[in-house]
């Protein structure tokens, strides 16, 4: 079975002036869960099911124990795990303390034997499938936005996708403009965010009664 891809416009920084290029990227890809795995690992050893469970309950526990005190982690055959942090530049980094650094992601880099069995196994093909975000306009992502936020009192990252038909990336990047624009804020958390209007935008009137 053939993976599937077709062409995206590769993003350029605001006000470049660049011709248009793509490059190829993966659609319609499905998420192998864990209760298939374990299936699959049942089916292909003697190990019951409820062994591979626990094996991979270990796996995961052993690299949580692992990757949190800053080791990498080598699973043969499969790969590299390790750690990245985030913090704000700094010009002095002598000013920066460490409650002002955090865990940012996990990242992977795969083994050479899993890279090279890749490599023979996968064939690809042109997708017949579009998923490329639609081309709107700011003004016509305003004008969304103004229309949504007057039946509701809060904005998720999934429901601009849907309302604005983005792919993820795209509607990251949107969000992430109109932040920095300070139209939208989060009043939620870093990793579950919800976004409202700041006050004079989008209907949200400026004398805010909330407090906020």
Do not use: W
């Not at 709107?136 to 103004?146: Q, R, T, V």
Request: some cysteine; proline content about 5%.
């Amino acid at each position: 079975m053939a993976v599937k891809f077709d062409f995206y416009p590769t993003p350029v920084a605001p006000g470049a002036k660049k011709k248009v290029r793509y490059h190829a990227r993966v659609v319609g890809s499905y998420t192998v869960k864990t209760a298939e795995i374990t299936r699959k690992i049942q089916n292909a050893c003697s190990l019951t099911r409820g062994d591979v469970k626990g094996a991979l309950g270990a796996l995961s526990a052993i690299l949580v124990e692992s990757l949190s005190v800053g080791n990498r982690v080598h699973l043969e055959g499969i790969g590299y795990f390790q750690i990245t942090l985030e913090c704000a530049e700094t010009d002095d980094p002598s000013a920066t303390h460490a409650q002002n650094v955090h865990f940012k992601t996990v990242k992977f880099r795969p083994d050479q034997i899993l890279r090279k069995e890749l490599r023979k196994e996968i064939k690809t093909s042109r997708s017949d499938r579009k998923s490329h975000s639609l081309q709107l306009s700011e003004i016509e992502i305003d004008g969304l936005l103004i229309e949504y936020f007057q039946e509701n009192p809060y904005l998720t990252r999934m429901r601009f996708q849907q309302l604005c038909g983005f792919t993820r990336t795209m509607t990251l990047k949107h969000i992430n403009r109109l932040i920095k624009e300070k139209r939208l804020k989060n009043t939620n958390t870093h990793n579950q965010p919800i976004y409202v209007p700041t006050p004079g935008n989008y209907g949200k009137p400026y004398s805010d009664t909330t407090g906020e």
